[in-house]
């Protein structure tokens, strides 16, 4: 009898973790920053429709950038239903901006990062991924563009990023530009990131989460 309890006792427990799993996907997200990055992803994570708020969960942190990875990791590895590890940043200053997209890739972490900076996958809802080199004028040009598109001043700590590319931009074209222009320099043979500019793989993480959501609302 004690035998049968605790066989069921181990059903019931193994039944209720399968259920705390979101049928579609639970992301871990780990940015560098608290502003840009972490409210574009807070934007996304608010966009998913109620009723499948339950399938699909997105959890956003921050973390400094060398630590990325070892976050990453250390989430994943203590919350194994996150079963969609990600990092996102910028090349912008990072000095070892290569080595830490391999050893997380190397860990089972998926990255999207951006070159020069995150504005140049925003850009791309506007149309274009325009040949910056730099997060200068990187961020002057977007500014200057979604100025021009929406009619309001760009601030990179703005909270509602997420859901004013989608109302004045296009999200699928974003995405297929920021492909394109990823295809682009892989057929140049162009395989370190850091030489990738201008580039983004921050689309692959969207589109993933894009095809979860839109055929089900």
Known sequence: MANLERNDSRTIRGQLFKQ??????????????????????????DSIPKELQGKIVIKVCEAKTVELVSEAINMASLQPQYGEPWIVFDRDQVKDFDRIISTALKNGINVGWSNPCIEIWFNTYFGSMPAYQNSMSCCSGFAQKFAQVTGQKYDKADKAIYQKLCRYGDEQQAINIAQRKLDEHTRDGTNEPSKMCPCTTVHVLIEEIAKKVTPLH
């Open 20 to 45: 705390r799993i979101p049928k579609l996907g639970y992301y871990f997200i780990v940015t560098d920053t608290k502003e840009t990055e972490q409210n574009y992803m807070l934007g996304l994570r």
